[in-house]
Structures are given as structure tokens and as C-alpha cells.
């Protein structure tokens, strides 16, 4: 069979995942299916995204003692995929720490999964909840992300992202990706513009003081991203509305924008829609769409932020509700992040990582990483 008679055929082998684990219980177990077979796992990228997931300024004193070590359970041989189902499981690693949350809980905090929870799996109190509405969860979706951004490397495809607010304090979003690429080695808070990062730890350090937290924005960004992948045509393989749904699934995360996003409504169109310009090929002046038009990559970056709410965890805790007497009481305190925007920007890279690979193996899939190498190479030269 040709390579052309292939391509009109379509493949669209994607990937799916799953999580189980709890905050304080044993540990997570990721497992992955659909993941092509004979890709050579990078286990040092792997590690270096999980690290950076678990530091931050603001972050509570667990991330000092939890190493993010994981077992590899099936589906890599000698250090390659096999095409078998992949699992992972990432331990908690508590060793003589005290564990949090023996005891009955029955006061929901406000902004948290808690008291929707617990009506709705019955429970009598809390902690099944907490244990599962936890950000610890995200070490797991950010391990099978990280693997989808590493073989999408191998195509091309680069991705950061940064932070570019906390509590208020802006860094510039104009700057290129190369620039923010190389101020990320050097930063502290995974912010790139060396003076806001500065200030960013004044409201930090002003929630921790005060017993409250701090929230803010993060931006992903991928270049190299072939034109044409999501769909204009399928409501639900439209490239901005998986990312989205995406993002949105990380706890914490209250809206998503691509490109431009809300600041569309104060410009006009002529300005608004990035015209093309021709310079060594065709380019487009602007980015305002984020790199995705009808649903469908442009060729140019994808640009997503988000917003990310302050912890719900407060050292002054707000009015809650007892959840036993029916009255009014305080919500319950814990050890928490004042502030996890750092956190949020690599699983959020993670997860539109997940996506933009499964656009990617929608157009070009196969089963092994050969196959989809010769898709992905056939298919090039006839777009040309
Ligand atoms: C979390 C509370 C904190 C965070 C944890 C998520 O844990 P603890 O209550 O044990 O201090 O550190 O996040 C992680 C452990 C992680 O790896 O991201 C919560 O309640 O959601």
C-alpha cells in the first residue's frame, strides 16, 4: 500500500489515560493506552518537568521531601515503548512524616471539591474528597504529558511555559520563546522577566503572613506545529476546545484564552485578524488567534493562558458549614500552597501536550513511531 493511499485513509490511533491514587494514600498509578510502540523513553526530561511541577515559591513543605521517583510497571522494553498498555506508579513518599486527615473531617472549605463531593458520593465527611480533589493527582497527568511532549519533539514540536502574573504583579507577554526559553533556566518562580518575578514573591510572602493565599496567570506555548491539526468540520476534535477542556480539568484553573482571548472584544478587525505578509514564505503579522483558526492549527505558535484561583486551603479559615449539626462553623485548616501558579503552568503544558499529540496521531497516527514518521513525512511533501 502507498503512502498516499494511507493518508486518505486516516489512522487516528489515540491516546487515553487514566489516574488513581490519593493525596496521602500510597501513591498514583498512571496508565496510558495507545501509545505508539519503539519510542525511546528520555527518563532525565521526564524527571526535570516533575521537579519543576513540585517546586515553587509558596508551595507547602511537602514538595522538600517528596522526590517524585516512579516504577515503570509495563509497556517499555530495554527503554523503548512496546505498544502495550503503559503503567507508571509514582509513590507518596511520607517516610517518618506525620499523615494529615486521620480524623473525621466535616468542614468543607469554600472553593474546594469538599462539600459538592461529599453530597454527592454520600459521604458523611470530607476526606475521601480531599484525598482525591487533590493537586498531587496532577504529578500523574503531568508524567503522561511529558512523554507525549517528547515525542511530539521528535517532530518538531517545542513547548514552554511560564507564569506572567501573581497576585496582581504582570510580566510582559511579548517576549519570544527563545528569550523566555533560556530566562526560564535561571528563574526561581518560572517567570522570565527577572524584575516581576522579583515582585511576585511580595504577594506570596504578604498571603503567607496573612493567613490567605495568592492565584494568578501562566501561558503555554508550542511551536512548530504543522498546519491543519483539530478539525473545523467535528465539534469535539477542535483543537482549541480539547486544549481548553484540558486545562480546565487541572484543579484551580478558572478560565482559559488563546491568543488575544478577552482582548478581542476591545479591537476591531482589521487589527484583530492577523493578515498574512510575505517574507521568506508566507507569515502572519500578528498572533492574536494563539496559533489555532476554525478549530485547526495556523502553523503559527500556540499561545494559551489560563487563570489560576488562590488556594482554597487558608490558614484563616472562611465560614463554613458542619457538616453534622448543619451549622455554621469554620472551614477546616491544613498544611496547603499559598500559591501553586508555577505548578499549574507545567501541568498545563502537560496536558496540551496530551492533546496536540493526539491531533497530531489523528492525522499522521500508527503504531509504531516508524509508521507515524513515514505518515508524517509522506503527507509533508504532498501539502507542500
Ligand atoms: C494539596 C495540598 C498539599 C499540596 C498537594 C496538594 O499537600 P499536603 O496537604 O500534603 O501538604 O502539596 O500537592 C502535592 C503534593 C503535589 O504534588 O502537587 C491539596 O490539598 O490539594
Redesign the pocket.
Known amino acids: 500500500m502507498t503512502d498516499e493511499i494511507n493518508i486518505a485513509m486516516g489512522f487516528g490511533t489515540m491516546i487515553r489515560y487514566l489516574t488513581s491514587g490519593e493525596?496521602?494514600g500510597k501513591g498514583y498509578t498512571l496508565i496510558i493506552e495507545g501509545f505508539p510502540s519503539g519510542f525511546t523513553i528520555d527518563l532525565n526530561y521526564i524527571q526535570q518537568l516533575l521537579s519543576k511541577?513540585?517546586k515553587g515559591v509558596g508551595?507547602?513543605?511537602?514538595?522538600l521531601w517528596?522526590d517524585?521517583s516512579f516504577d515503570i510497571l509495563s509497556g517499555i522494553l530495554e527503554g523503548k515503548t512496546t505498544g502495550a498498555p503503559l503503567a507508571f506508579f509514582i509513590p507518596?513518599n511520607f517516610k517518618s512524616q506525620k499523615k494529615?486527615?486521620l480524623e473525621k473531617n466535616l468542614h468543607p472549605r469554600p472553593g474546594?471539591a469538599d462539600h459538592a463531593g461529599s453530597i454527592k458520593y454520600a459521604h458523611e465527611n470530607i476526606i475521601p474528597v480531599?484525598e482525591r480533589?487533590?493537586?498531587?493527582?496532577?504529578?500523574a497527568r503531568t508524567l503522561c504529558g511529558t512523554l507525549c511532549l517528547s515525542f511530539l519533539n521528535t517532530f518538531g514540536v517545542e513547548s514552554l511555559s511560564h507564569v506572567i502574573n501573581i497576585g496582581g504583579i504582570c510580566a510582559s507577554r511579548d517576549a519570544n520563546f527563545d528569550y523566555i526559553r533560556e530566562r526560564l533556566q535561571k528563574s526561581l518562580l518560572h517567570c522570565a522577566n527577572t524584575q516581576a518575578e522579583q515582585e511576585m514573591k511580595g504577594p506570596i510572602e504578604k498571603a503567607t503572613r496573612e493567613g490567605t493565599s495568592v492565584g494568578g496567570i501562566g501561558e503555554v506555548r508550542f511551536r512548530g506545529i504543522p498546519i491543519g491539526l483539530g478539525s473545523y468540520v467535528h465539534w469535539d476534535r477542535n483543537l482549541d476546545g480539547s486544549i481548553a477542556k484540558a486545562i480546565c480539568s487541572i484543579?484551580g484553573i478558572k478560565g482559559v484564552q488563546f491568543g488575544a482571548g478577552f482582548d478581542y472584544a476591545n479591537l476591531p478587525g482589521h487589527i484583530a485578524h492577523d493578515a498574512f505578509i510575505q517574507d521568506n514564505g508566507f507569515h502572519r503579522r500578528s498572533n492574536h488567534a494563539g496559533g489555532i483558526e476554525g478549530g485547526m492549527s495556523n502553523g503559527e505558535e500556540i499561545v494559551a493562558s489560563f487563570v489560576i484561583k488562590p488556594?482554597s486551603?487558608l490558614l484563616k479559615p472562611l465560614s463554613s458549614i458542619n457538616l453534622s449539626s448543619h451549622s455554621l462553623d469554620k472551614a477546616f485548616v491544613?498544611?496547603?500552597?499559598v500559591c501553586?501558579v508555577q505548578?499549574v503552568c507545567i501541568v498545563a503544558q502537560a496536558v496540551t501536550g496530551i492533546e496536540i499529540l493526539n491531533a497530531f496521531l489523528e492525522k499522521w497516527g500508527g503504531d509504531s513511531h516508524t509508521e507515524i514518521k513515514k505518515h508524517y513525512e509522506a503527507s509533508y511533501k504532498h501539502s507542500l
Open positions: 493525596s496521602h511541577r513540585q508551595r507547602s513543605k511537602r514538595s517528596e517524585n507518596n494529615p486527615y474546594h480531599i480533589a487533590s493537586g498531587r493527582d496532577t504529578v484543579p488556594p486551603s491544613t498544611r496547603s500552597d501553586f505548578a
